[in-house]
């Protein structure tokens, strides 16, 4: 593997440019930003260095091409900086309107969508899902039986309850992904290929209902195709396709022109990040996909693209408790429900074997949030992100009025690279 290195100097020199023009980029689009939340934390100098450092570091050692990362405190940005190149093949530097596969930081989108819909009136979370997808309505459970030699057959089992909205939202409709975890039941997920067969939405969820669920609804939370079913069901509530109903609602409003579910304008391909070239698994039978080929399905599990400059009015907008530029979005109860966690103890929910949020927290209405607090740290209760299988993640910490976004395309290093550089911003905030 090839490496890149970047002159610093030169680097640095770009950083203020950019910083000073991405400074009123961002704070044009940020009102009624808070005052300084009591006992948040600030950022210091010497900290961001050693952020900045070890990203340089990974270019340096060739895990990555280049990268972004924006940090933003009380409604302004405390560190914006442009990291290496978008392509290696094209060496086109990294740059604040460079375009990336968002993959599953999608799902917080679609999430908000759905609540605004909750809000008018138009869904209700203990809704079934049967009641917008009537395919639902004969979905059963896929149970693992042993016969006298040995084998394994699938018998499907009727549902105890109904899927619920609540169930898309929080990852517990007992619809996996296909591809990990291995039993009968994912088989028959990897081998259906839904996402390869190019569906509509409406085709997908009519197919993926007629597929056995890993388990009972409401009894186990496993990471799969809910958000995809739950753009679907924003489909049929609003008479619009998910997009439309975005753009109306939640990406034309916020200022997020460059999001959507594929690059249409092929002028814009020099934009698009790229992974390096062996670094193109998401999957063992998957590579990262071509943002600029036409599809019909419009992915709200992971199907999105969008800038760094996008994703941050949206986090701004949750970070202010669901207002932005003077609009508001969602109430703060209806933020407040979607950042607490709903799959703790007293739920009896149980967690499958690959708990992406972690041992320390919990998850809520499409975001993982904060519980307890990770050892030898001290990173605040109450802080909720999610992340892409691509590499990018996203962080929202009301406590210290914080939020940050790291935008790159690496499959292979992202779970790695996410928590060493997460360590390393609370470390400059002083946790």
Known sequence: MRRWRIDGVK?????????????????????????????????????????????????????????????????????????????????????????????????????????ML????????????????????????GVEKRADDGTLTLVEEPLERPITITDLLRHTSGLPYGYMGGGLVRARYAEAGLIRRNLTNAEFAEQIAKLPLVEQPGTRWDYGFSTDVLGRVIEVASGKSLLEFEKERLLGPLGMSE????????????????PMPTDRAISPVTNVRDPMEPRRMESGGGGMVGTIGDYARFAQMLLNGGTFEGRRYLRPETIALMTSDHIGA??????????????????????????????????????????????????????????????????????????????????????
């Open 259 to 274: 999001t959507a579910f594929i690059v249409s304008d092929p002028a814009m391909r020099p934009r698009i990040a790229e």
């Open 11 to 115: 680097l640095r020199g770009l950083f203020a440019a950019a910083l000073a023009a991405f400074v009123v980029l961002v704070s044009s689009h940020v009102v009624g930003a808070s005052e300084p939340a009591p006992g948040a934390g600030s950022f210091s100098r010497e900290g961001l260095t050693r952020v900045g450092d070890y990203i340089r570091n990974e270019i340096a050692a060739g895990t990555i091409p280049g990268a972004i990362l924006l940090i933003q405190q009380h409604g302004k940005p405390v560190y914006f900086e442009s990291f290496g190149v978008r392509d290696v093949a094209t060496k086109l530097p990294m740059s604040a309107d460079t375009i990336f596969r968002l993959y599953s930081m999608s799902k917080p989108i679609t999430s908000v969508a759905a609540m």
């Open 346 to 431: 007293k739920t009896k929910i149980a967690r499958d074997y690959a708990y992406y949020p972690g041992e320390t927290s919990g998850f809520g209405l499409g975001f993982a949030v904060r519980t307890s607090v990770p050892p030898n740290t001290s990173w605040p209760l109450g802080e909720y992100r999610w992340d892409g299988v691509a590499g990018t993640f996203f962080f929202i910490d009301p406590k210290d009025d914080m939020f940050a976004i790291f935008m790159v395309q690496t499959p292979s290093q992202r779970g790695r690279i996410q928590l060493a550089l997460k360590t390393l911003i609370y470390q400059a905030l002083g946790r």
């Open 118 to 141: 909750v809000e008018d009136g138009k869904l209700k979370l203990d809704d079934a899902v049967s009641k917008y997808i009537p395919a639902f309505a004969a979905t059963k459970v």
